[in-house]
């Protein structure tokens, strides 16, 4: 069955650095163009970056932009959020999405959190 799994969120103080990874399996992963969302408490899910199904074409929402990037490993089916220069604005439930013609998967979210 299709699985998004994420991991590599936690607590961490502002400045810092994570990287979250998402292990997707289930699907022909290098079909689908692979994005990261997140929801932060009490407001709606946002986009923060896609990345196309080569990874040549990469999106990232303004406030992530120049701090966040994207990747992926085609081989190893996945898909990577490398953030850094951290705030509190950035603490959320970070989500990945696979999407490919009239299929959306998502995974189940990992926790980011950014405090002193």
């Known amino acids: 069955q299709v699985q998004l799994v994420e991991s590599g969120g936690g607590l961490v103080q502002p400045g810092a650095s994570l990287r979250l990874s998402c292990a997707a399996s289930g699907f022909t992963f290098s079909y689908y163009v692979m994005g990261w969302y997140r929801q932060a408490a009490g407001k709606e899910r946002e986009l923060v970056a896609t990345?196309?199904?080569?990874?040549?074409?990469?999106y990232y929402e303004d406030s992530v932009k120049g701090r966040f990037t994207i990747s992926r490993n085609n081989a190893r089916n996945t898909v990577y959020l490398q953030m850094s220069s951290l705030n509190s604005e950035d603490t959320a439930v970070y989500y990945c999405?696979?999407?490919?013609?009239?299929?959306?998967?998502w995974g189940q979210g990992t926790q980011v959190t950014v405090s002193s």
């Open positions: 999405n696979a999407r490919f013609q009239r299929s959306d998967y």
């Open positions: 990345i196309s199904s080569s990874g040549g074409t990469t």
